[in-house]
């Protein structure tokens, strides 16, 4: 029996991809697919055993390239013949190996990688980077090291003078690294981009050579590289004509540094948070501008007032981002001297003193506003506020978050004039009363973010929020007046919703969570924690949203194994879990994470009625790296070394000072050189925190 090629290709297109649109394919694959046919028919029928023969490489990648944000489905693909492993291990170009002893396996099976990512491996030696460099030498574009210790110049050499195409390097956090590795960099002549954030024993010796022997650079962070200092970046400038971007955050770096900066034709992002070195005396002394400039970063620059910044920006007149957060004043003088920046877009100013006609002299700019943020500013009053929206319409992004003064009458200017808003965050206005927030889902036709933690918002104030069906991300955390009813209108309004964060929002029972999970099933993230009226019903309900990574359950004394194995059986993309404190988990629940929840990265397990068995059965899970373990009473010394050794992923271990003692030292000594960190606690057991509610705001008080 010949099998129709039309047919074939809809039950592939049926089979991998329900939902998407069908393949299109070109005359000559159908051609070929139509030649390969005839030919398969001529066959004795044992080969037409497997149709899916029939199809080309090409069609088998085009279906591979579906499958890239599915890891699991992929290597299922793989698995299905002989055929399609060999195609799948040659479709291959980007890779994050599970731990550095697995890499060498698939050094073997994966001959095109390109993108090789080692944040999952804690240790890397340099005989491993070796191996990369040999095998990978003509394909390796990009490889990451910023989560990874044990390697030094060698391996950085053997990377950088083997693979000739590597444009991308990064070695954040290589506290260890010193000049030889930067010297080793410096031998990628081909390098663009390169990150090498708290790299703190590498200094401007070896910025010097990565300055000379990668002229190509487009992108480099520095950020608390703190040996290094003017000299060096200066060279950096000098030798690195085509930078586009760079960090200096935290340098000890002064305004000497930044002639030769400002001179870059094609520098765009500057960021120059923390660098106490920079101030006002410096600054005004500058003689160069950069006119290619669009985003810099002043933020704690605690020594720059307008008149450093109106030296520093002179010229920029494509400045489209502004961050000078936690830094100086907002006054008349450092509006004005921002004036005439039409084409800036986005202004952050987090935790500055804002003053009245400071606000006047923004909202008189010429530049039409996209981003405002004024989270944790001082000074801010319904009447600045009102003038600032008023003055730029097209506001997209608003952070007002712990903005205490404002009230009802600054929400009512908002929502009347920036109707375009998109993320509005406002947590802890707390003179803001319930009934503004009717005023958002009548006017906030697009809004996908908002954030109105620790706010008087109530039922009839989510009510109205539903209407706002495009919104993606909502925090109710510690909103008491919240109960199940306004939930039921979110659940069948905001069907988009991805987070909710219901943090100590003690109104809300299953009722409300059960028509979340019904009405949005594309959720990824909740947060139930501290709510006594949650049970497994609620993760019953949750448990059908199949994309589920982030679930936290603190202290939700009424949940037990029998909720927690119902979200492990559907929720298999589950990466972060916090059960602290949830009495009634017991090692059967244990059981069903370590069976079906393969994704999982973080769990914290304090509190809970877990045993050695329990701890045991996690060490399944190839993906876990972090786990919080305190005050489990079944958790015996042995079952505790046992499992640590077996968690060959782990990176990050919290553990009781008590158990220090109990456990072998040469346990300590593996773990540390396979590059896990133990953080030590001292904290007493507690059955219960808060048992009647706990209340956050200043002046407010438990019951009772």
């Not at 002549?189 to 022997?213: H, P, Q, T, Y």
């Not at 009424?558 to 909720?563: D, L, R």
């Not at 958790?635 to 456990?663: E, F, I, Q, R």
């Amino acid at each position: 029996m010949v099998i129709s090629t039309a047919f074939l290709l809809v039950l592939v297109q049926l089979f991998f991809f329900p939902k998407a649109p069908l393949l299109c394919f070109s005359v000559t694959q159908l051609v070929k697919l139509n030649d390969r046919r005839t030919r398969m028919t001529k066959r004795n029928d044992a080969v037409m055993s497997n149709p899916l023969d029939l199809f080309t490489e090409e069609i088998i990648h085009a279906i591979l390239d579906h499958l890239n944000d599915e890891p699991f489905s992929k290597k299922s693909f793989s698995l299905c013949c002989k055929s399609f492993y060999f195609i799948e291990s040659r479709h291959r170009k980007s890779l994050t190996p599970l731990r550095s002893e697995l890499l060498h396996r698939a050094l073997h099976r994966y001959p095109y990688i390109s993108h090789l990512d080692l944040t999952l491996c804690p240790r890397v030696s340099d005989a491993t980077l070796g191996s990369v460099a040999a095998t990978w030498r003509e394909t390796l574009l990009s490889i990451n090291l910023s989560r990874s210790k044990g390697f030094g110049g060698i391996g950085m050499r053997a990377l950088a003078a083997g693979c000739s195409g590597l444009v991308e390097i990064d070695v954040s956090n290589g506290t260890e690294l010193t000049d030889a590795a930067a010297k080793a960099i410096a031998e990628a002549r081909n390098l663009e981009k390169l990150w090498m954030g708290r790299c703190k024993f590498v200094s401007d010796i070896g910025i010097g050579c990565i300055a000379v022997g990668c002229k190509k650079l487009k992108v480099l962070s520095l950020r608390w590289c703190l040996r290094v200092t003017d000299l060096g970046v200066g060279l950096v400038a000098v030798k690195c004509k085509q930078l586009r971007s760079l960090d200096l955050s935290c340098l000890p770096i002064t305004e000497k540094c930044l002639p030769p900066i400002l001179q870059l034709q094609y520098l765009e992002d500057l960021v120059l948070e923390g660098c106490l070195g920079i101030d006002d005396d410096g600054l005004v002394s500058l003689e160069h501008s950069c006119s290619s400039l669009k985003m810099l970063n002043l933020s704690k620059c605690q020594n720059v007032s307008h008149v450093g910044l109106s030296s520093l920006t002179h010229g920029a007149e494509n400045l489209e981002q502004l961050i000078l957060s936690y830094g100086p004043s907002v006054t008349t003088d450092l509006g004005k001297c921002l004036l005439n920046y039409s084409r800036l877009k986005s202004i952050r100013l987090d935790g500055c003193l804002v003053t009245c006609s400071g606000t006047k002299a923004i909202g008189s700019w010429r530049a039409s506003l996209r981003e405002l943020s004024l989270s944790k500013c001082t000074g801010v009053t319904d009447e600045c506020l009102s003038f600032l929206v008023q003055a730029h319409r097209q506001l997209l992004k608003l952070d007002i978050t712990c903005c205490r003064k404002i009230t009802s009458a600054a929400i009512d200017c908002i929502t009347k004039s920036c109707t375009v808003l998109t993320s509005l965050r406002m947590e802890s206005c707390t003179l803001v009363s319930k009934d503004a927030f009717l005023l958002i889902g009548q006017r906030f036709q697009f809004l996908e973010e908002l954030d109105v933690t620790d706010n008087e918002i109530d039922d009839e104030g989510l009510m109205s929020i539903s209407r706002c069906s495009k919104l993606c991300s909502l925090k109710l955390g510690v909103c008491l007046n919240i109960t199940d009813e306004g939930l039921i209108h979110v659940g069948s309004g905001c069907r988009k919703l991805k987070e909710l964060d219901l943090y100590r929002s003690l109104g809300v029972t299953d009722v409300g969570i059960a028509k979340i999970a019904q009405g949005c099933p594309d959720l990824e993230m909740i947060n139930i924690a501290y709510n006594n009226k949650i049970t497994d019903s609620s993760l019953i309900s949750l448990s059908e949203c199949l994309r589920l990574r982030i679930l936290e359950l603190r202290a939700c004394p009424s949940v037990s194994t029998i909720g927690l194995s119902a979200i492990a059986r559907a929720c298999r993309q589950l990466a972060v879990l916090d059960i602290k404190k949830c009495f009634n988990i017991n090692d059967n629940g244990m059981l069903a994470l370590g069976q079906f929840c393969h994704n999982l990265r973080q769990i914290n397990l304090s509190y809970c009625s877990v045993t050695d068995v329990g701890l045991l059965s996690l060490t399944n899970i190839n993906r876990l790296q972090n786990m919080t373990i305190l005050h489990l009473t079944g958790l015996s010394p042995n079952g505790l070394a046992a499992a640590l050794l077996a968690c060959g992923g782990l990176t990050k271990v919290k553990l009781h000072t008590s158990l220090k003692p109990l456990l072998p030292k040469y346990i300590f000594e593996y773990m540390e050189g396979r590059g896990c960190v133990f953080h030590w606690r001292d904290k007493a057991f507690q059955v219960e925190i808060d048992p009647k509610g706990w209340q956050l705001h200043v002046g407010r008080s438990p019951e009772g």
